[in-house]
T-cell receptor, first 112, second 114 residues
Framework: GDSVTQMEGPVTLSEEACLTINCTYTATGYPSLFWYVQYPGEGLQLLLKATKADDKGSNKGFEATYRKETTSFHLEKGSVQVSDSAVYFCALFTGTASKLTFGTGTRLQVTL | GAGVSQTPSNKVTEKGKYVELRCDPISGHTALYWYRQSLGQGPEFLIYFQGTGAADDSGLPNDRFFAVRPEGSVSTLKIQRTERGDSAVYLC????????????FGQGTRLTVV
């Protein structure tokens, strides 16, 4: 079945540090890939997405590239801010079912 | 409303009791989804409604779980004979079409079974 594996947290970084959160997937067919973010006290929000191989999704300074050869979709940001502190979820959608498959989430804590 | 609203935000119940969790989707959204997020896990799919009907209920863990959406807007997730393992955050999402990837999520209801 479909599955998503992402690095365990928490990840603690100083402000302006570089961020990488690893995500790999297993899927039948050709999935679309997503990163969702959950800020404290808020609902899940779509951060970025990529629908086919080599696509790069980007939003709010975050980027992720769909790598079919390594089945990966790592989230990156060059300079994190305290306001980026949240839980980040990698997810996939294959279209064969009406559901997103999520990873377990990675908590990011950014300190001054 | 402005977003997906879930009530209550927190619910504590005793083992064996019955609970109902409510979801008010964004006005006009025809698709509605329920997910469950257990501690330390990502959200897991429970059920998907298109209009009033359950288009996919393959994620419901057993027959103690049931959901309805009688008028195609508000949905209620019902759990009978609750068990401690049902403790989780229950998330609701809605979208204007059939695409869960375009859905907006509510803040969830945290259910604790003691």
């Amino acid at each position: 079945g479909d599955s998503v594996t992402q690095m365990e947290g928490p990840v603690t970084l100083s402000e302006e540090a570089c961020l990488t959160i690893n995500c790999t997937y297993t899927a039948t067919g050709y999935p679309s890939l997503f990163w969702y973010v959950q800020y404290p006290g808020e609902g899940l929000q779509l951060l970025l997405k990529a629908t086919k191989a080599d696509d790069k999704g980007s939003n709010k300074g975050f980027e992720a590239t769909y790598r079919k050869e390594t089945t990966s979709f790592h989230l990156e940001k060059g300079s994190v801010q305290v306001s980026d502190s949240a839980v980040y979820f990698c997810a996939l959608f294959t279209g064969t079912a009406s559901k997103l498959t999520f990873g377990t989430g990675t908590r990011l804590q950014v300190t001054l | 409303g402005a977003g997906v609203s879930q009530t209550p935000s927190n619910k504590v119940t005793e083992k064996g009791k019955y609970v109902e969790l409510r979801c008010d989707p964004i006005s006009g959204h025809t698709a509605l989804y329920w997910y469950r997020q257990s501690l330390g896990q990502g959200p897991e799919f429970l059920i998907y409604f298109q209009g009033t009907g359950a288009a996919d209920d393959s994620g419901l863990p057993n027959d103690r779980f049931f959901a309805v959406r009688p008028e195609g807007s508000v949905s209620t997730l019902k759990i009978q004979r609750t068990e401690r393992g049902d403790s989780a955050v229950y998330l609701c999402a809605s979208s204007s079409g059939t695409g869960v990837t375009e859905a907006f999520f509510g803040q969830g209801t945290r259910l604790t079974v003691v």
